[in-house]
């Protein structure tokens, strides 16, 4: 099964920068695309970021300047450096990994999804 961890999160003061990583098992490569959401309380999911198989990077307005996605495709990990955070950024970070299924007769498209780390942006 598909198993994806993240890691890195906690408390840090507005401005501060904190870097997020998210390592992917099982059945997942470099040919699938991953990337990044967060979930603050109250909120509904807002995308952060995501990186294609072929490299390709893109951000949310909300953060492009700010944080950079990653991916080290020889040990199957993404990461998430976030600079200049800010407090609309304390949210608990989903990392996913877009996937497909064998239903024996098609494949069905699936984003497997982590645990989620929570990131504190606070005095």
């Known amino acids: 099964q598909v198993q994806l961890v993240e890691s890195g999160g906690g408390l840090v003061q507005p401005g501060g920068s904190l870097r997020l990583s998210c390592a992917a098992s099982g059945s997942i490569s470099s040919s699938n695309a991953m990337g990044w959401y967060r979930r603050t309380a109250g909120q509904e999911r807002e995308y952060v970021a995501r990186v294609e198989s072929g490299g390709s990077r893109n951000y949310a307005d909300s953060v492009k300047g700010r944080f950079t996605i990653s991916r080290d495709n020889a040990n199957n990990t993404i990461f998430l450096q976030m600079n200049s955070l800010k407090p609309a950024g304390t949210a608990v970070y989903y990392c996913?990994?877009?996937?497909?299924?064998?239903?024996?007769?098609?494949?069905?498209?699936?984003?497997?999804w982590g645990q989620g780390t929570q990131v504190t942006v606070s005095s």
């Open positions: 996913y990994a877009e996937g497909t299924v064998n239903k024996g007769t098609w494949l069905a498209k699936v984003d497997y």
